[in-house]
């Protein structure tokens, strides 16, 4: 299983979400996200992630965004392997909810997974979430940031037939893609990331 980090691909995705191609902050993204695909490169192999804790989704749903109510042409975020430690889950009924505050993207708490036709998953990305009861109750003012973006807020609109949320209580998250994402590798949906081969 490999992530695609090639450095033209990134600079190019870097460069439509408004940070222009060679620019320092496009570098520095760049950057982290190689240092972030080093660090985790070993989840290529599924078997390596379960020993270290990581859970699939327990719903087995391959996220997209046509399926959330949003423009299909923002793509998918994958199959998600969790790890409840890191996430300080507590419920996961009626929404998950949890404790952690963990923000650190070389030991994720959440890995992301295209399925493929034969029935084998591609690491495609990581992705960390705090709940915001607990991020407040630390002490945080501000939502949680990464190379200067503030983490993307996440909370269920309860007058639309969609899940904005994921069935999670209110969170910030923050996704990291390894294949490249036109739209920035830092953005939540990943176009070049589908799930057309999930058997749910």
Not at 24 to 50: C, G, H, M, P
Not at 128 to 147: D, Q
Not at 185 to 191: I, S, V, W, Y
């Amino acid at each position: 299983m490999h992530g695609i980090l090639w450095g033209g691909i990134i600079a190019a995705g870097l460069a439509s979400a408004g940070l222009p191609a060679g620019s320092a902050q496009a570098d520095d993204v760049e950057a982290l996200v190689a240092s972030i695909k080093a660090a985790t490169v070993r989840f290529e192999d599924v078997n390596a992630a379960l020993a270290e804790g990581y859970v699939p989704d327990p719903s087995g749903e391959c996220v997209s965004a046509a399926a959330h109510g949003l423009p299909a042409e923002l793509g998918g975020m994958g199959i998600h392997s969790l790890r409840p430690d890191l996430l300080g889950l507590t419920v996961t009924a009626p929404r998950v909810d949890g404790t952690g505050t963990h923000t650190d993207f070389m030991s994720p708490a959440i890995l992301l997974y295209e399925p493929q036709a034969d029935g084998s998953l591609v690491l495609v990305g990581v992705e960390n979430l705090v709940f915001r009861k607990a991020w407040e109750s630390a002490g945080h003012g501000a939502p949680p940031t990464l190379a200067g973006r503030s983490w993307d807020y996440m909370v269920d609109d309860p007058d639309t037939p969609a899940e904005e949320a994921h069935h999670f209580e209110p969170h910030y998250d923050q996704h990291v893609w390894f294949r490249d994402n036109p739209n920035g590798n830092l953005e939540p949906f990943n176009p070049a990331v589908t799930c057309n081969s999930w058997n749910a």
